[in-house]
């Protein structure tokens, strides 16, 4: 759709010298969009074992940020509202809070809170 109105000038020394130009702007609307896309990739990791739960997130921008806790005394939380998004889920243990599934939609977040406290009741 971009390249539409080279049609007119298809075939003459005019197209050489817009060429460039419209690579350009292909190319650095590529370079956009993969580098909109590599921001906004956050990966998390919840281990859940016998003696220790483990939350391992990497950010976009390639931080990691590690917590674990004993398990007996790890409390889940889900605030409805007041959070910095809906349906806020947290971890407490070890002294500190940590937020947990924050790309997560509400309904996903309130799935995740029922199967995380049921899963530390069990042990």
């Known amino acids: 759709m971009i ?9 003459t020394p005019v197209l050489w010298a817009l060429l460039p130009f419209l690579l350009t702007a292909i190319a650095a609307l590529w ?4 580098r909109s896309y ?3 990739a956050i990966f998390e990791r919840l281990e859940l074992a016998e003696n220790q739960v483990r939350l391992q997130r990497d950010g976009p921008h390639g931080q ?5 806790a004993n398990p007996h005394w790890v409390v889940v939380t889900l605030y409805p509202k007041g959070g910095p998004v809906p349906h806020y889920l ?12 924050a790309f997560l939609s509400e309904e996903e977040r309130i799935a995740l809170h029922d199967e995380l406290r049921a899963a530390l009741l069990r042990g």
């Not at 370079?31 to 993969?34: C, D, I, R, Y």
């Not at 947290?90 to 599934?101: F, H, P």
């Open 64 to 68: 990691r940020a590690e917590w674990q």
């Open 90 to 101: 947290t971890l407490r243990g070890s002294g500190r809070e940590v937020e947990i599934g």
């Open 31 to 34: 370079w956009a969009l993969e």
């Open 3 to 11: 390249s539409l109105p080279l049609l007119a000038v298809l075939g």
């Open 38 to 40: 590599r921001d906004g």
